[in-house]
Antibody, heavy 116, light 113 residues
Framework: EVQLVESGGGLVQPGGSLRLSCAAS????????MNWVRQAPGEGLEWISY????????YYADSVKGRFTISRDNAKKSLYLQMSSLRAEDTAVYYC?????????WGQGTMVTVSS | DIVMTQSPDSLAVSLGERATINCKSS????????????LAWYQQKPGQPPKLLIY???IRESGVPDRFSGSGSGTDFTLTISSLQAEDVAVYYC?????????FGGGTKVEIK
């Protein structure tokens, strides 16, 4: 079964850090571009970061640039998002999504709440 | 950044009737070298992640019912549900993957009238 499973979400104080993970199975992870997309409560979808299949090309949305770092380990079939200097407005469900152009594969999401 | 504008924000349609959702991009998402529109449509049901329905503006993803169709080119696109079923109640998003940031439209909520 093709699957992406996120983990690492939780409650964190403003200014804090959190590392999200996304474990892939059922498909050839190393051939997929990967993305993080978030969705604030009751809101729409916001793309926040992209990493190429080999990991050598990375992009960020302006809203997270300089605070978040995307990475991947193809040997472990895993994607990561290191988040620092977290703000209340980063509160959202974070999805990892695999893409071959369009976002073909989505995880179930992990909730991140930034609050004191 | 390419801005994606969807209309309407919400739509109530009777069972078996047609639902039409529009999406407009602020710049063309047609890549001239391959004549492909880098435009996708997603369906998101409550409590679930988004699901890819349509890519290259008009190609249905495997397993997607043929009542879903996409059309358009350049900057103007349409998602049509030809005969609305109860299980189609969801929010629908368009997205361009022509350039970064990979922007989404604001979403269209489809309900049963």
């Amino acid at each position: 079964e093709v699957q992406l499973v996120e983990s690492g979400g939780g409650l964190v104080q403003p200014g804090g850090s959190l590392r999200l993970s996304c474990a892939a199975s059922g498909f050839t992870f190393s051939t997929y571009e990967m993305n993080w997309v978030r969705q604030a409560p009751g809101e729409g979808l916001e793309w926040i970061s992209y990493i190429s299949s080999s990991g050598n090309i990375i992009y960020y949305a302006d809203s997270v640039k300089g605070r978040f770092t995307i990475s991947r380990d193809n040997a472990k079939k895993s994607l990561y998002l290191q988040m620092s200097s977290l703000r209340a407005e980063d509160t959202a469900v974070y999805y990892c999504a695999g893409s071959l152009g369009a976002f073909n594969i989505w995880g179930q999401g992990t909730m991140v709440t930034v609050s004191s | 950044d390419i801005v994606m504008t969807q209309s309407p924000d919400s739509l109530a349609v009777s069972l078996g009737e047609r639902a039409t959702i529009n999406c407009k991009s602020s710049q063309s998402v047609l890549y001239s070298s391959n004549n492909k529109n880098y435009l996708a449509w997603y369906q998101q049901k409550p409590g679930q992640p988004p699901k890819l329905l349509i890519y290259w503006s008009s190609i249905r993803e495997s397993g997607v019912p043929d009542r879903f169709s996409g059309s358009g080119s350049g900057t103007d696109f349409t998602l049509t549900i030809s005969s609305l079923q109860a299980e189609d109640v969801a929010v629908y998003y368009c997205q361009q993957h022509y350039s970064t940031p990979r922007t989404f439209g604001g979403g269209t909520k489809v309900e049963i009238k």
